[in-house]
Nanobody, 125 residues
Framework: QVQLVESGGGLVQPGGSLTLSCVIS????????MGWYRQAPGKERELVAD???????NYADSVKGRFTISRDNAANTLYLVMNNLKLQDTGVYYC???????????????????WGKGTLVTVSS
């Protein structure tokens, strides 16, 4: 069974920095895209950033220039470095991984997403 464990959340002042980590264990297939999502109170979960197995990254416009996503494939770990944090960055941050499983010799496959339980980031003065 796949398990994702996030860490690094906490209380930080505006302009401060935090680094989030996500450790993935129990994957039987290949981990493709990995990403960070966040959910503020009363709002829907939104994509913050993701990164492909080849290292290509994608960021929400609201975090470009401030956040950096990276991955350590050997360690099955995903990171999010958050700089110059703003009040609007407050929310529960979730790690998500896409696991691809090849099911036959013709190359057919299926992808399945797995989610962590989240880590709370609170930006407040």
């Amino acid at each position: 069974q796949v398990q994702l464990v996030e860490s690094g959340g906490g209380l930080v002042q505006p302009g401060g920095s935090l680094t989030l980590s996500c450790v993935i264990s129990g994957s039987r297939g290949r981990i493709n895209t990995m990403g960070w999502y966040r959910q503020a109170p009363g709002k829907e979960r939104e994509l913050v950033a993701d990164i492909t197995s080849g290292g290509s990254t994608n960021y929400a416009d609201s975090v470009k220039g401030r956040f950096t996503i990276s991955r350590d494939n050997a360690a099955n770990t995903l990171y999010l470095v958050m700089n110059n944090l703003k009040l609007q960055d407050t929310g529960v941050y979730y790690c998500k991984v896409d696991v691809r499983t090849i099911v036959n010799v013709e190359g057919a496959y299926y992808d399945r997403d797995y989610w962590g339980k989240g880590t709370l980031v609170t930006v407040s003065s």
